[in-house]
């Protein structure tokens, strides 16, 4: 039976329809990954001890600090989205091409310091976590260590990035550890939006690493980077925003619920803590057995996940900026810089946590704080980067990208010149 041509023209129209949906879908879903990703790993062993301590030591008072740097993790993770989808270029490599190699040099060095002490914090997140479990740290942090190494190097990127997103669902453990702790719900979202400030070292110093383990040096070149392994192309950067979005709220709804479980028992009972480890054995009787392993579990996931993502920072980075061969989906044959120093940088961190009676608790927290303090260096670079003309053509930001991210940077300058000189009033509380 021959179609009307309404009818066959309604049918053409119903197959397009369905062809460009598809097409849309597939747009989508080769855009996502990075962004989530990225977002997960600032919740990194480090990331998590720092949220404990602030739960455990100024109970919701730093909640208002999670809220407010959002907002700043969204803004700057999509600059670095939107350099990738135009230029088709790393952090790095942009770097060297507009402000010379001298300054490239010296951003991959802040990076690399934040990111070394930051890599060995994984793998101290990994000896804390299998402690609870009573396996000793010279038998789970070479085991672990030799797995991520092989897992990056042996596999392609799109398995890569599956297993990374997979390990993304086990944050949500913190979110039932704190809702088995029982907050008190009100005060827990006032303090959200009702800033508590004193000018004391202690809560100076814990907000810059709040601040700095949300928004990281080591995240501005990895998410670059990332998005150009995947090889984002510009008409897909809606998607890569959308991306970027849901993993900067993501990261932050799971700080929050760490914050209020160690509000709501450890900070309620005056108790004390030096790490991660201390809130899930301290939760166990507070919040119940069940709650402290999840709280465990959860930290050994982001351990494992960031002990991936920050050496592969490491390696894009610097590949980028000497001009090396880079990419997970590579050889090690085509890219053995960039492969070598990845194994090198997980092989070194691993060994420095082996090394008995290592202050590693002073390592975690204070890599934090030497984010925040190194992070407004990385910033400027994006900024200018991203209001190039040359650069960026159409895409450079917009003025309230500009305002947000220079209120970030500010903001974080004028907490490090207080933390400087707050020994100069005493009686700050």
């Known amino acids: 039976m021959r179609l009307s041509p309404y009818a066959s023209d309604t049918h053409m129209k119903y197959k397009l329809f369905r062809f460009l949906n598809r097409y849309r879908w597939a747009l989508f879903f080769a855009a996502i990954g990075p962004g989530i990703i990225t977002a997960n790993a600032d919740n990194d062993a480090g990331g998590i001890t720092t949220y404990s301590l602030a739960g455990a030591q100024f109970g919701y008072g730093m909640l208002w600090v999670l809220f407010a740097i959002t907002i700043s993790l969204a803004i700057t993770q999509e600059m670095g989205a939107r350099m990738a989808a135009v230029t088709g270029k790393g952090f790095g490599d942009l770097i060297r091409e507009r402000f010379g190699a001298k300054w490239a040099a010296f951003g991959i060095l802040i990076m690399l310091i934040a990111n070394l002490s930051n890599t060995v914090a994984e793998f101290a997140g990994i000896a804390a976590s299998m402690s609870i479990f ?45 809702i088995m702790a029982h907050p008190d719900w009100n005060a827990a979202l006032k303090a959200c939006v009702v800033p508590t400030v004193n000018f004391s070292s202690a809560y100076l110093i814990m907000a810059l690493g709040v601040i700095g383990t949300t928004v990281t040096p ?120 960039f492969f070598t120093l990845f194994a090198f940088i997980i092989i070194g961190s691993a060994a420095v946590v082996l090394i008995p009676k290592m202050p590693l608790i002073q390592i975690m927290f204070l890599s934090q704080v030497l984010n925040g303090i190194l992070l407004p260096i990385i910033l400027i670079f994006a900024l200018k980067l991203t209001n190039d003309k040359s650069i960026m053509g159409d895409y450079t930001n917009s003025k309230i990208f500009n305002f947000l991210a220079q209120v970030t940077i500010w903001g974080l300058i004028a907490i490090t010149v207080l933390l400087l000189f707050s020994p100069l009033f005493p009686g700050a509380h």
């Open 134 to 178: 009573h396996v000793s740290k010279y038998i789970s942090v070479p085991i672990c260590a030799v797995a991520i190494a092989v897992l990056v190097i042996k596999l392609d990127y799109r398995r890569v990035q599956n297993i990374f997103l997979i390990s993304g669902v086990v944050y949500l453990s913190y979110v039932v550890s704190g």
């Open 218 to 337: 080591w995240g501005q070149f990895f998410i670059q980077s990332y998005f150009v392994d995947k090889r984002l192309r510009i008409e897909q950067i809606n998607y890569a925003r959308v991306d970027v979005y849901v993993g900067s709220f993501f990261t932050n709804f799971i700080a929050f619920f760490i914050i209020v479980a160690c509000a709501s028992t450890i900070w309620v009972h005056h108790l004390q803590i030096n790490e991660a480890a201390d809130a899930a054995r301290a939760l166990m009787p507070l919040a119940g057995r069940f709650a402290g392993v999840l709280f465990a579990v959860g930290l050994l996931n982001a351990s494992l996940l960031s002990g991936a993502v920050l050496p592969l920072a490491s390696a894009y980075a610097t590949c980028e900026t000497f001009g090396w061969e880079s990419g997970v989906d590579r050889r090690f044959s085509e890219a053995p810089t």
